[in-house]
Protein backbone atom coordinates (compact mmCIF):
# COMPACT_ATOMS: atom_id res chain seq x y z
CA UNK A 1 0.00 0.00 0.00
CA UNK A 2 1.15 3.55 -0.78
CA UNK A 3 0.13 6.42 0.05
CA UNK A 4 0.84 9.93 -1.18
CA UNK A 5 0.19 13.12 0.10
CA UNK A 6 0.27 16.64 -1.81
CA UNK A 7 -0.80 19.93 -1.23
CA UNK A 8 0.92 21.18 1.53
CA UNK A 9 3.22 24.63 1.82
CA UNK A 10 3.61 28.29 2.76
CA UNK A 11 0.79 30.22 3.91
CA UNK A 12 -0.05 32.98 6.11
CA UNK A 13 -2.85 33.32 9.18
CA UNK A 14 -6.47 33.21 8.13
CA UNK A 15 -5.59 31.70 4.84
CA UNK A 16 -6.86 28.15 3.38
CA UNK A 17 -5.06 25.16 1.70
CA UNK A 18 -6.20 21.70 0.78
CA UNK A 19 -4.23 18.63 1.62
CA UNK A 20 -5.14 15.29 -0.64
CA UNK A 21 -4.13 11.72 -0.52
CA UNK A 22 -4.14 8.82 -3.00
CA UNK A 23 -3.53 5.85 -2.45
CA UNK A 24 -2.46 2.54 -4.29
CA UNK A 25 -1.16 -0.91 -4.29
CA UNK A 26 -3.23 -3.55 -2.35
CA UNK A 27 -6.07 -1.43 -1.48
CA UNK A 28 -9.06 -3.82 -1.56
CA UNK A 29 -11.41 -2.88 1.79
CA UNK A 30 -10.44 0.29 2.80
CA UNK A 31 -12.02 1.67 5.95
CA UNK A 32 -11.04 4.74 7.92
CA UNK A 33 -8.94 7.65 6.02
CA UNK A 34 -7.53 10.03 7.69
CA UNK A 35 -5.25 12.78 8.78
CA UNK A 36 -2.20 13.44 11.58
CA UNK A 37 0.22 15.98 12.25
CA UNK A 38 3.34 16.12 14.04
CA UNK A 39 4.46 19.54 15.10
CA UNK A 40 8.34 19.76 15.99
CA UNK A 41 9.03 18.46 19.46
CA UNK A 42 5.11 17.14 20.01
CA UNK A 43 3.90 13.72 19.56
CA UNK A 44 1.65 12.75 16.52
CA UNK A 45 -1.81 14.30 16.61
CA UNK A 46 -5.08 13.13 15.03
CA UNK A 47 -6.74 15.99 12.96
CA UNK A 48 -9.53 14.46 11.38
CA UNK A 49 -10.76 10.91 10.36
CA UNK A 50 -13.34 9.34 8.25
CA UNK A 51 -15.20 6.03 8.12
CA UNK A 52 -15.94 4.17 4.74
CA UNK A 53 -19.78 5.23 5.60
CA UNK A 54 -18.79 8.70 5.84
CA UNK A 55 -18.62 9.47 9.66
CA UNK A 56 -16.22 12.24 10.51
CA UNK A 57 -14.58 13.41 13.64
CA UNK A 58 -12.22 16.18 13.92
CA UNK A 59 -9.83 17.14 17.01
CA UNK A 60 -11.40 19.91 18.80
CA UNK A 61 -8.70 21.99 17.73
CA UNK A 62 -9.84 21.94 14.08
CA UNK A 63 -13.40 21.79 14.73
CA UNK A 64 -15.10 25.03 12.26
CA UNK A 65 -11.92 25.13 10.28
CA UNK A 66 -11.23 22.11 8.97
CA UNK A 67 -13.05 19.46 6.86
CA UNK A 68 -12.09 15.93 5.90
CA UNK A 69 -13.61 14.12 2.51
CA UNK A 70 -13.21 11.47 0.81
CA UNK A 71 -13.83 9.96 -2.98
CA UNK A 72 -13.56 6.40 -2.86
CA UNK A 73 -13.97 5.63 -6.09
CA UNK A 74 -10.49 7.36 -6.76
CA UNK A 75 -9.25 5.75 -3.32
CA UNK A 76 -8.59 9.58 -2.30
CA UNK A 77 -9.28 11.50 1.11
CA UNK A 78 -8.74 15.46 1.00
CA UNK A 79 -8.35 18.39 4.22
CA UNK A 80 -9.47 21.16 3.26
CA UNK A 81 -7.96 23.98 6.22
CA UNK A 82 -9.47 27.34 6.56
CA UNK A 83 -8.57 30.12 8.82
CA UNK A 84 -5.28 28.81 9.22
CA UNK A 85 -3.29 29.07 12.59
CA UNK A 86 0.49 29.19 13.23
CA UNK A 87 -0.36 26.49 16.33
CA UNK A 88 -1.49 24.73 13.05
CA UNK A 89 2.31 24.32 11.42
CA UNK A 90 3.65 20.95 11.07
CA UNK A 91 3.66 17.96 8.74
CA UNK A 92 0.57 16.25 8.07
CA UNK A 93 0.14 12.55 7.55
CA UNK A 94 -2.16 10.59 5.57
CA UNK A 95 -3.28 7.51 7.48
CA UNK A 96 -5.32 4.30 5.64
CA UNK A 97 -6.65 1.37 7.64
CA UNK A 98 -7.66 -1.34 5.74
CA UNK A 99 -8.27 -5.40 7.30
CA UNK A 100 -6.92 -3.80 10.68
CA UNK A 101 -3.50 -2.80 9.47
CA UNK A 102 -2.86 1.02 9.10
CA UNK A 103 -0.78 2.59 6.71
CA UNK A 104 0.96 6.02 6.59
CA UNK A 105 2.07 8.50 3.75
CA UNK A 106 5.46 10.50 3.92
CA UNK A 107 4.35 13.72 4.68
CA UNK A 108 3.73 16.89 3.62
CA UNK A 109 4.67 20.06 5.32
CA UNK A 110 2.54 22.85 6.33
CA UNK A 111 3.81 26.31 7.71
CA UNK A 112 1.66 28.88 8.48
CA UNK A 113 3.03 32.29 9.08
CA UNK A 114 2.02 34.76 11.31
Known amino acids: VQLVESGGGLVQAGGSLRLSCVASGNILGINTMGWFRQAPGKQRELVAR???????NYADAVKGRFTISRDNAKNMVYLQMSSLKPEDTAVYYC?????????WGQGTQVTVSS
Open 95 to 103: NVGIDGQFY
Open 50 to 56: ITAGGTT
